[in-house]
């Protein structure tokens, strides 16, 4: 029976709090804070039980700190925008209360997004003796625990990792993003990068790519990125000689990041308008479709997992585990699309393991740390069923 502070009131916001509500006996009690109340409200309408729901601007540490202490909780969990990891981990220190999110911190002037700032807290979290459980979603997330359970009982050695991310859906708009388009955005349009022989390769934005028939989906065109799991999982997997990060992207969505790229709207350095600065990608990510809202007519599926080689016995093994999630069913159950489901639900799984002390020390980790066995269990529980196969298949 525990107290959870859910802080953002985006898609995934609402998945975790859904998710969390159907677990009475871990989540005993729900509070759900946003600088937008309205939002925290209309999820709050969504459920079968209630939960309370607070206004916090999480920019400001003190805020929260001052938040946490009204509501007392017992994690966390953050959901919000990236760039307010390190906001709400000094208020959790401050408080001495454990902290759970889905994605590393990047600086809101600086399109890089790496754990190194996260990492650096640490000593003060084992100081402190709270725990911060880093990238509990599904991709960081539910990826670095697959190559955690093949680690523990598929492999002697892993020598090569490749995560692969389809989203074969269609939510009928002209474009969109699946999550916050700032963040999005800022994402895909880096320069892509991957580690092999001990180094990090850098690579055009889009200039890698080949194509991969997944399970359910079919064959789709999918592009090397970096991706932040890739950072922590070079340090946690001993032997590994390369790890890459592939997400699809249709054709149309590509003309239109070009386009919206050329026009200078992906730009993230105020420009003078009207005597006043503003960022051009903020007033693109004003105008685009909220995330929230296009579950209602979305279909299709995704498909996400790991392709992986190795050696078991002294034999060469390639192994590829995977979930397929769909939209459709996504939103008759929780009112979101497949993207806000895949993260919000290993949010909440982590939130429930770390509650019930089955994930417990003091520091900041990533999940592939800890045992992925009832990580593992859970996904099924929750409405992530995964599927794993010894294959020939290369990539």
């Not at 946490?68 to 760039?83: E, T």
């Not at 389809?166 to 999550?179: E, I, L, Y």
């Not at 498909?303 to 002294?314: E, M």
Request: negative net charge.
């Amino acid at each position: 029976m525990s107290r959870v502070l859910i802080i953002g009131a985006g898609g995934v916001g609402g998945v975790v709090t859904h998710k969390c509500a159907q677990v009475p006996e871990v989540f005993s009690d729900i509070v759900l804070a946003s600088r937008h109340l309205d939002k925290c409200n209309a999820i709050a309408s969504q459920l079968n039980r209630p939960i309370r729901t607070e206004l916090v601007d999480a920019d400001d540490p003190r805020q929260v700190a001052a938040l946490i202490r009204k509501v007392q909780p017992d994690l966390v969990l953050h959901v919000a925008l990236p760039y307010q990891d390190l906001a709400i981990m000094e208020a959790c220190l401050e408080t001495g209360v454990d902290y759970l999110d889905t994605a590393n911190y990047e600086p809101p002037d600086v399109a890089k997004f790496e754990y190194s700032w996260q990492w650096k807290y640490r000593e003060r979290f084992a100081q402190r003796g709270r725990m911060a459980l880093l990238g509990c979603g599904f991709d960081p997330g539910v990826t670095n625990i697959f190559c955690a359970h093949a680690r523990k009982h598929h492999f002697d050695e892993i020598h090569e990792v490749d995560i692969m991310d389809c989203n074969a859906g269609s939510h009928g708009k002209a474009f969109a993003t699946n999550f916050n388009p700032e963040i999005n955005i800022r994402e895909v349009t880096q320069r892509g990068r991957y580690w092999e022989n001990g180094q990090w390769i850098d690579t055009e934005p889009f200039a890698v790519h080949r194509s991969f028939d997944f399970p359910e989906v079919g064959p789709r065109e999918m592009f090397l990125m970096y991706h932040e799991e890739l950072e922590s999982l070079v340090q946690n997997i001993p032997g590994l000689r390369r790890i890459r990060f592939w997400m699809t992207f249709s054709p149309d969505y590509l003309t239109h990041l070009r386009v919206l790229q050329n026009v200078g709207l992906t730009r993230i350095d105020p420009v003078m308008y009207e005597g006043r600065p503003i960022v051009p990608l903020r007033f693109l990510k004003a105008i685009l479709p909220e995330p929230s809202s296009l579950g209602e007519h979305y279909t299709g599926k995704t498909n996400i997992g790991c392709l992986i080689r190795g050696v078991k016995n002294g034999q060469p093994r390639t192994y590829y585990i995977y979930n397929v999630c769909d939209h459709a069913a996504c939103y008759r159950e929780v009112k979101a699309q497949a993207v806000s489901y895949t993260t919000g639900v290993p949010a909440m799984i982590g939130a429930k393991l770390m509650l019930t002390g089955k994930w417990c020390n003091t520091g900041v980790f990533n999940v592939e740390e800890f045992d992925p066995d009832p990580f593992m269990a859970a996904l099924p529980l929750h409405g992530l069923p995964w599927v794993e196969k010894i294959t020939d298949e290369l990539l």
